[in-house]
């Protein structure tokens, strides 16, 4: 006997974020506003996490950003604060990165004139910005 005949063929691997990318994308032909941002960067963020680990050098970023530290985890950029669990930073392009598992937030690293990340900042779907200047000295 046959099972269910899906509605999208697709491997079974591949199932779950092909469902999800194609319902986000179709709550995005109608949403509005806010709830358009949010879908936006939810469908970003489930594209980023088919997307392989960055491919130039972390330790540009890696160091002390006031409570925060950017570590390295598996090829990934991820922030340490404390004892809390890791949180992982997903590529989007250029110097932005989401925060896997939580699509509302983003992060945006900040370069000097001489290309060396500075800062960073958290950035919220709602428009709250939080700014973490570097401690340690930027790699040269």
Do not use: C, H, M
């Amino acid at each position: 006997s046959q099972g269910v005949k899906p509605d999208v063929d697709t491997p079974s691997a591949q199932a779950l974020v092909i469902a999800r990318t194609l319902a986000l994308e179709t709550v995005l032909k109608t949403a509005t506003g806010p709830a358009a941002q949010d879908t936006r960067w939810a469908l970003e963020a489930v594209r980023a996490e088919t997307t392989p680990a960055l491919n130039k050098p972390l330790a540009a970023y890696l160091g002390s950003y006031g409570a925060i530290e950017v570590v390295g985890a598996d090829g990934y950029l991820a922030l340490k604060r404390g004892r809390r669990p890791l949180t992982v930073l997903l590529p989007l392009g250029g110097e932005t990165f989401t925060v896997l598992d939580e699509p509302s937030r983003r992060v945006l690293f900040e370069r000097n004139a001489n290309s060396a990340v500075i800062a960073f900042e958290v950035v919220t779907s709602d428009g709250e910005e939080t700014r973490y200047k570097r401690e340690t000295a930027p790699p040269t």
